[in-house]
């Protein structure tokens, strides 16, 4: 996940605490561990399902207009997938163990839940390495507009790619402006957000065309057109031409991010957000009952309360709730309604990867400083050619043999999510995003088939390394290396995302489809179901995915007949 909008990133924090509360902030840790009793009476007027980001940041709303509110969770911390942990024995590193950086959370919800929250710029946007003419370079974007300038250059032999550059995320970045802000307003019509957007030339590029043509259309050189591409392929398995737009959704919702496209690294690690939106919602007197497994909703479809069945390790209860807001996958609501699912099973397609250094690994590049190269997103076998062969090998049913992949390096810019002594020797973290790696080429041996495409994975890596990786990392305390790897059957299983999927399913456009809801969701804020209490408050809903907290307002808001 690169930010393209601007060259130069000032390594600056943004402080997203309330006003006359600046300055860093304890991170939340253990906020969300905080041990819950069970529900303390029968009838609530919201109930929660799932305490992922979303389900606290509607908990927090909700709570804080006065509303009677239960939150149940079934795992027994809050947090979900946007959680910080120590994953390797006897190590004090805590890493964002699933969800990593953040550009999808509006600074209202801050500013409206007084979270204690910050984020820290990346000082570079991205380094993409490569072999040319048998001599090892790179494409460097960030640090300043003259040295991204020079890179492109000296990549591409000219100017032009460059400029082709600047116009392109120059329109990207006028469109972000004007769509983040309606994320949490009441669903525009298409037509309202067209004209809203007014720009036709944008509108066609990312709503109309696949965006494989606008791509080809402005850049010639592969390697650019790969490290354009791959915001239409995060957690989304699909070609630059696909007809279904999929990948346009996708690439849509990672360039307008914060209205800038910006993706930042928060203090702390995911932990410490969902740590402080757990601390707002019980300060708002909402009630978080973790080891709560929810089993069964039933309503009657005609607005009356709804009655949420439940089990813990003690046994099964029953509570009712006037609104019942689901923070699952539009699957699992069907299934805890009790129906046939609408839509076919979703499928993730990514591999998921941290790991713990003791130092940085050289670069064969030795124009780059790794710290610069691992402190944005560092691209690996994502030329544009790359790309598509990597998901044809992988729709025929293959591993990709070049598997392509994104590093970034938490710890350069937030050293706080490591221990003042690994701090001190020079450890830093890694975190890997493999492409192209959908469900299906796990099924058979999920464990071999993960093995395999790491270790294809890290050999694209070390092939611009002047050392292996493997002699940097770290080692636990039982003696092995800090390395974990998950494929999308690992975070099914762990997390109950739906085939994997990190976004419930494919992301929806951000507008109704003129029937009243977008993406056959009718209603006002695009969380509506077929049943008026019942609101989908998860990644699934209209405008969800990623780490943002919409969903989650927008289901409270919807709640709250606003």
């Known amino acids: 996940m690169t930010s393209f909008g601007r060259d130069a990133q000032r390594d600056t924090e943004r402080d997203t605490a309330p006003d006359g509360e600046r300055g860093e902030r304890g991170t939340g840790r253990g906020a969300?561990?905080?041990?819950?009793?069970?529900?303390?009476?029968d009838v609530?007027?919201?109930?929660?399902?799932g305490g992922g980001?979303?389900?606290?940041?509607?908990?927090?709303?909700?709570?804080?207009?006065?509303?009677?509110?239960?939150?149940?969770?079934?795992?027994?911390?809050?947090?979900?997938?946007?959680?910080?942990?120590?994953?390797?024995?006897?190590?004090?590193?805590?890493?964002?163990?699933?969800?990593?950086?953040?550009?999808?959370?509006?600074?209202k919800i801050v500013r409206d839940l007084g979270l204690r929250f910050a984020v820290r710029k990346r000082a570079v946007s991205s380094y993409t390495p490569v072999e040319r003419g048998g001599r090892p370079g790179g494409l460097l974007v960030g640090g300043d507009e003259a040295r991204t300038r020079e890179s492109f250059a000296r990549l591409t032999g000219s100017q032009r790619e460059y400029d082709s550059w600047r116009a392109f995320y120059g329109r990207t970045g006028r469109l972000a402006g004007k769509v983040f802000p309606t994320l949490t307003e009441p669903l525009p019509t298409r037509a309202e957000l067209r004209s809203r957007i007014d720009d036709e030339a944008a509108w066609r590029m990312l709503f109309e065309e696949p965006v494989g043509r606008a791509i080809e259309e402005h850049f010639d050189d592969d390697l650019v057109r790969g490290v354009v591409l791959t915001d239409g392929l995060i957690g989304t398995f699909a070609d630059a031409h696909d007809p279904s737009l999929v990948q346009n959704r996708c690439f849509l919702y990672h360039v307008i991010g914060g209205g800038t496209g910006d993706w930042d690294v928060p203090v702390g690690g995911m932990g410490a957000l969902t740590g402080a939106l757990?601390?707002?919602?019980?300060?708002?007197?909402?009630?978080?009952?973790?080891?709560?497994?929810?089993?069964?909703?039933d309503t009657d479809g005609s607005g009356a309360p709804a009655e949420v069945a439940y089990r813990t390790a003690a046994g099964e209860g029953r509570v009712v709730g006037r609104n019942v807001l689901v923070g699952a996958s539009p699957r699992?609501?069907?299934?805890?309604?009790?129906?046939?699912?609408?839509?076919?099973?979703?499928?993730g397609a990514q591999l998921k990867v941290n790991m713990l250094l003791r130092r940085l690994p050289r670069l064969r590049d030795t124009s780059v400083d790794p710290r610069e190269a691992f402190g944005g997103t560092f691209h690996i076998a994502e030329g544009y050619a790359e790309l598509a062969r990597a998901h044809a090998?992988?729709?025929?049913?293959?591993?990709?043999?070049?598997?392509?992949s994104e590093i970034y390096c938490h710890s350069l810019t937030d050293p706080s999510i490591l221990g003042p002594e690994l701090v001190e020797q020079g450890y830093q973290t890694l975190t890997l995003f493999g492409l192209h790696t959908p469900a299906r080429?796990?099924?058979?041996?999920?464990?071999?088939?993960?093995?395999?495409?790491?270790?294809?994975?890290?050999?694209q890596l070390d092939a611009h390394l002047a050392e292996p990786l493997t002699d940097c990392l770290a080692f636990d305390a039982d003696g092995r290396p800090c390395i974990e790897a998950k494929t999308p059957l690992d975070l099914e299983r762990e997390l109950r995302l739906p085939g994997g999927h990190i976004f419930h399913r494919d992301l929806s456009w951000p507008y109704a489809d003129g029937a009243g809801g977008g993406d056959g969701v009718p209603g006002r804020w695009g969380v509506e179901t077929a049943y008026p209490n019942i609101l989908l408050c998860g990644a699934g809903a209209v405008r969800g995915g990623g780490v943002s907290g919409i969903p989650g307002h927008n289901a409270a808001m919807a709640a709250l007949g606003r």
């Open 44 to 49: 609530y007027d919201a109930v929660i399902v």
């Open 53 to 107: 980001h979303n389900g606290l940041v509607a908990a927090a709303y909700l709570a804080r207009a006065g509303r009677s509110v239960l939150l149940l969770e079934r795992l027994a911390t809050t947090g979900g997938a946007a959680v910080s942990t120590r994953p390797f024995a006897g190590v004090e590193a805590r890493l964002s163990r699933y969800s990593y950086l953040v550009s999808l959370l509006p600074a």
């Open 32 to 41: 969300h561990r905080r041990a819950d009793r069970p529900p303390h009476r």
């Open 441 to 459: 080429l796990f099924e058979k041996d999920n464990q071999g088939a993960r093995e395999v495409l790491l270790t294809a994975t890290l050999a």
């Open 393 to 404: 090998e992988a729709a025929a049913g293959e591993l990709p043999s070049v598997p392509p």
């Open 278 to 297: 757990a601390e707002a919602a019980r300060a708002a007197g909402a009630h978080i009952a973790t080891g709560h497994e929810v089993l069964r909703i």
């Open 332 to 347: 699992a609501l069907a299934e805890l309604l009790g129906e046939e699912p609408a839509l076919p099973a979703p499928e």
